[in-house]
């Protein structure tokens, strides 16, 4: 699939690989919408993409509410048109340091599930409808490995996880034969704020960076070899820690 | 005919009215044997507009409703007075006179200028928003609600007034044809070999609640068909398949950029009204909500059936119960749908 002239949604953009993966597919000549929960925060990168004559707009959403998602889905497809790229990049880790689960309030589970699991379940029944209608479109989910290994702590953010795969898997089940594909990819451990906060004692050198990290998944984007329904690891795919 | 007083809860409960008007029959069926009535090379065309939240407060005693956007940008307003979504548009109080020049603030980071007022409905004000782009957009989600309606009993949220492919937020009200079908109907659909194809089209106003305005409706939309959906339907057509608009701002589309017998790419506006003596090019059927005669809807109807048939048909709806407007029933208006072996008929 040729990038250019597409229109790509991508959540959680203001920084870390959301950012690499709005300027890669910008750069590409994708017409993108970067959302995030604080505007300000995404204007500068809007600005990084304009200057290089790129299209982006910027625009304010909590993945974690219902009632964002259409005036979300509304105002992106009002400024680039139907959607044919939606990256669900946006992710919630609860509170760090993290916590045991015995440890883990409801409410702080229910706030990771609603951002990293149902944010992406609403916007994508929202918009992956028009995609099956015009047979075309492509959905990524950002996975992480906590979404098949058990780490201790990680309780809250690695189920989210575990079911976003598995929503990735059930779309792509039930859509494959609508022209829409659906994926997760695991992009490794990568050098970003969110990383820095669970793992404070992390060695940043052996991380991978998130530019890196977002070619790679927009090279799967634009692949129609790639396996619709799969767990793609982004260091499988050429983005080297 | 009673309205649907909610948005359905439950999937696939709509009631289908299949009206034949080649043998003058109709027959009660379920939204979820839609696929029976079409066949291989057919083509279904959907209007993918999402509906945008068009209902401005600007005070208490006025309500603006946006109507069309025009192509310089700038919106065409309709101004209601006193009152709320209960009360029918027409018992609304009167709104003050706005002028050319007005400012208008909607709270929540939205403003606009009134541009022009209306020479004959005074109520239909042209405004310019003094906000662009993501910032315009943003702003006027925050501001807006979806237009409410009176025999409802709750009010309605984004999210009940959006049709399940939309893309594009160009309708003002809902293109409500569409709100029955589930996927699951139309993946079967499409399992009988028939086409899927959409338009997208800024289905307007329903009611202004000035009779002279209402007669005016509906107003010149803007409606766009790309090359590949025409593909469809003309190749559909060359082929001897039917075309089933959903919905009358289909019909009305696909007929303005058929006039000609093939249908054409198209990204303009059309004020076509369709009636009893219109000839169409391009549509052969027509799956549709339940209209009251007298309605411009009503007269569309007429294009696909006779009168005699059509009143039969919805009065026989009437007696068993069938629900009408923007959450109710439907009914496919279909030459020969019921020509071989309807399961039950009446002659009309």
């Given at each position: 699939m040729d990038i250019s002239g597409k229109a790509a949604l991508v959540t959680g953009a203001s920084r870390g690989l959301g950012e690499a993966l709005a300027v890669e597919l910008g750069l590409r000549g994708a017409k993108v919408v970067l959302v995030g929960r604080s505007r300000q925060s995404l204007e500068p990168v809007v600005r990084r993409i304009v200057e290089q004559r790129g299209e982006a707009y910027a625009l304010e959403a909590d993945m974690g509410a219902k009632t964002d998602m259409y005036p979300l889905a509304g105002a992106a497809t009002a400024l680039v048109g139907p959607i044919d790229i939606l990256i669900h990049n946006a992710s919630e880790l609860g509170p760090t340091p993290l916590r045991l689960l015995l440890d883990t309030e409801c409410e702080d589970l229910e706030r990771v599930l609603a951002v990293n699991l149902l944010g992406p379940f609403r916007l994508s029944k929202i918009i992956a409808g028009s995609m099956a209608l015009r047979r075309q479109g492509t959905i990524v989910h950002v996975s992480s490995d906590a979404s098949v290994s058990a780490y201790e702590r990680w309780g809250a953010y690695s189920v989210s996880k575990a079911a976003l795969d598995h929503l990735a898997r059930l779309w792509a089940a039930e859509l494959a034969g609508h022209g829409v594909r659906s994926f997760s990819v695991d992009?490794?451990?990568?050098?970003?704020e969110m990383h820095a906060a669970a793992l404070p004692e992390a060695d940043r050198a052996l991380l991978a960076r998130p530019v890196d990290v977002a070619r790679a998944i927009v090279q799967l984007v634009s692949a129609d070899a790639t396996p619709n329904g799969g767990r793609l690891e982004a260091s499988g795919i050429g983005a080297e820690s | 005919m009673k309205a649907a007083t909610a948005p359905r809860s439950a999937l696939n409960r709509e009631r289908l009215l299949v009206v034949d008007p080649a043998s003058a029959a109709f027959s009660d069926f379920s939204i979820t044997d839609l696929p029976r009535f079409l066949n291989a090379g057919d083509t279904l065309v959907l209007n993918d507009a999402a509906t945008l939240p068009a209902s401005l407060r600007v005070a208490e005693d006025l309500e603006l409703r946006l109507m069309s956007r025009l192509d310089d940008g700038t919106w065409l307003a309709l101004a209601l007075g006193r009152g709320d979504s209960q009360e029918p548009t027409e018992a609304r109080g009167e709104p003050p006179r706005l002028d050319a020049g007005a400012h208008l603030d909607f709270g929540h980071g939205l403003s606009a200028r009134v541009v022009s007022v209306d020479a004959r409905f005074w109520r239909v004000v042209r405004i310019a928003f003094e906000q662009e782009q993501s910032e315009l957009w943003q702003a006027l989600y925050r501001a807006a609600r979806p237009i409410q309606y009176a025999y409802l009993d709750r009010p309605l949220s984004l999210w009940d007034v959006q049709n399940r492919y939309v893309a594009r937020p160009w309708a003002f009200e809902v293109p409500s044809a569409g709100k029955p079908l589930s996927f699951e109907t139309l993946f079967r659909v499409e399992a009988r070999g028939v086409t899927l194809a959409h338009l997208t089209h800024a289905a307007g106003l329903s009611s202004t609640g000035d009779p002279l305005l209402d007669a005016r409706l509906p107003l010149a939309e803007r409606y766009e068909i790309d090359e590949h959906s025409v593909a469809l339907v003309n190749q559909s057509k060359a082929r001897g398949g039917r075309v089933l608009a959903v919905g009358t701002s289909v019909t009305r589309a696909l007929e303005a950029a058929g006039e000609s017998g093939v249908l054409r790419a198209a990204s303009e506006r059309t004020a076509l009204l369709l009636g009893p003596n219109s000839r169409l090019h391009i549509c052969d059927g027509l799956l549709t909500g339940l209209h009251e005669p007298g309605t411009s809807h009503y007269a569309l109807l007429e294009a696909f059936a006779p009168r005699a048939v059509l009143d039969r048909s919805f009065q026989h709806a009437e007696r068993e119960g069938y629900l009408q407007h923007e959450f109710g029933d439907s009914c496919l208006i279909l030459r020969g749908a019921l020509g071989q072996a309807p399961l039950a008929s009446w002659a009309a």
């Open positions: 992009p490794g451990e990568m050098d970003t | -």
